[in-house]
């Protein structure tokens, strides 16, 4: 363990760290080459701080569910701009945080590549290098649109400054690094859920061809992609665990429906993002219900609230409705607040602790994603099937509504919100079927009503003062 650390730190903290002219940060290259990358236990620790870099990077709600219609404001904290809509080039979040890890997995995948001998433990790093980057590229695609394409890691202060290339070109290179990916695992399984795989990257396959599909006018064949890469992900021994409210359990984390998640522990990392939308104790002191509420003295904070958009949506015989949402009742009946009960943390002796893992890919969401690749290839009857497979899960059963081509991809839509709530899905979610013709964001988002705000991020005036290669967001 000690090696694995002080690998971690010589590579982070004085291997280059970052992409220079694009993240304004300095490089040390001849560390990197000449240093560092002597044998398989350099790349083994490099990989494993770049999953501690990773974890940061999505231990947030601001760029997938901030801008959707799941939350309301809490009961204490500033809603961000994002939750507002009123994103302006003056306001914008940048993309550092997202480079970072990607100039992180170029530098694996350079020099990684000529560790010699090959092991298959270097070749697994490997394998997860390019799913990482694949994964972050996708994030930044689905945020931003056009985004700078940046393959080999700024070792020179003479480096390009890269302008933003189109989302296209962009998923070209995220379905090339995912089919690297799959080529170097090891194992066809997994080796640790807390770690990408195999099956992870065909999950993150059927994610990037829907994606591609809807938003970027793809073809028929990438649904069929789709699903292909989803069949592929539930041959591999995941399944739907019998009881809904166990998925996120920390006494039962790397569970069946498990496809890849992020670690957390107490004391080993900050709170996982699921404390934002949790009591402090203070405000729930007089609920009659205190005992089943989430609640910590330290750490929780109600920022933001379920929106009564997604409580409305649960019918009342679904069993995912008490297992996500809760609400603070005093003993006149009288609502304190509403709050999230999907990420419960852990209760010790002296607070609870947020320690859910941050679960990037899980089985429900992969059968969606089947259902709804069918039913965009008009195959609603097929499409239906796979979704009741999750809502027999959830107590509702048979699906009895219209089973035209529109009213199966609205019902896939509603069933992704219910099912995956608070799980980073919903803005995607609300982009990629306002594309593929579905819905209309405008009308489907509260904060987005009567605006003509673009459905991606700007980037920051900052950004374009020190690279004029880039280009604002068409619309800011």
């Not at 509420?293 to 750490?299: E, H, Q, R, V």
Request: with cysteine; hydrophobic share 40%; proline share 4%.
């Amino acid at each position: 363990m000690k090696k694995i650390i002080t690998s971690v730190l010589i590579a982070f903290l004085v291997i280059a760290s970052g992409c220079n002219k694009l993240l304004d940060v300095d490089t040390v290259s001849y560390i990197t080459s000449d240093s560092y990358w002597q044998g398989e236990a350099d790349v083994t620790g490099y990989t494993t701080g770049i999953y501690s870099e990773l974890r940061s990077l999505v231990n947030t709600t601001y760029y997938f569910e901030d801008r959707s219609d799941a939350f309301v404001p809490g009961l204490e904290g500033s809603v961000t701009v994002a939750w507002a809509q009123t994103l302006t080039a003056a306001n914008a979040p940048g993309w550092l945080d997202f480079y970072t890890v990607i100039h992180h997995c170029n530098l694996l995948i350079k020099y990684g590549s000529e560790v010699s001998p090959a092991t298959d433990n270097v070749r697994r790093c490997l394998a997860q290098g390019y799913f990482i980057r694949a994964y972050t590229y996708l994030m930044l695609i689905k945020s931003w649109g056009d985004v700078p394409l940046v393959l080999d890691p700024t070792e020179s202060s003479e480096s390009d400054m890269p302008g933003r290339a189109p989302a296209t070109e962009v998923m070209d290179q995220i379905l090339s690094d995912i089919t690297k990916s799959i080529s170097l695992f090891p194992e066809d399984g997994f080796k640790d859920k807390n770690r990408a795989s195999k099956p992870a990257a065909y999950a993150l396959r059927a994610d990037a061809l829907l994606w591609k599909n809807k938003v970027l006018n793809g073809t028929d064949d990438d649904l069929t992609g789709a699903i292909n890469a989803a069949d592929s992900v539930m041959l591999s021994g995941v399944s739907l665990i019998s009881d809904f409210t166990k998925i996120h359990d920390t006494g039962n984390k790397k569970n069946s429906e498990i496809i890849f998640s992020l670690f957390f522990l107490r004391d080993e990392k900050s709170d996982q993002y699921g404390s934002r939308l949790k009591p402090r104790a203070l405000f729930v002191s007089s609920a009659a219900n205190k005992s089943l509420i989430a609640y910590s003295t330290n750490g929780a904070r109600s920022v933001y609230a379920p929106s009564e958009t997604i409580q409305n949506l649960f019918a009342s015989n679904d069993v995912r409705k008490a297992a996500s949402v809760i609400t603070a009742l005093d003993a006149s009946n009288n609502v304190i607040g509403i709050f999230d009960n999907k990420f419960r943390g852990t209760v010790y002796t002296d607070d609870r602790y947020w320690e859910n893992d941050i679960v990037l890919y899980r089985a429900a969401e992969i059968v969606l994603f089947k259902a709804e690749a069918l039913a965009a290839l008009n195959r609603p009857g097929e499409a239906i099937t796979e979704l009741e497979k999750v809502r027999q899960r959830a107590g509702t059963g048979v699906y009895t509504g219209a089973t035209d081509k529109e009213s199966v991809e609205k019902e896939i839509l509603d069933e992704r919100f219910r099912e995956l709530w608070f799980e980073q899905k919903r803005w995607p979610d609300i982009v990629r079927f306002h594309y593929g013709g579905t819905i209309d964001a405008y009308t489907i988002v509260p904060n987005l009503a009567g605006k003509t705000i673009p459905l991606f991020f700007p980037i920051p005036d900052d950004d374009i003062n020190v690279n004029p290669n880039l280009e604002q967001t068409t619309g800011y």
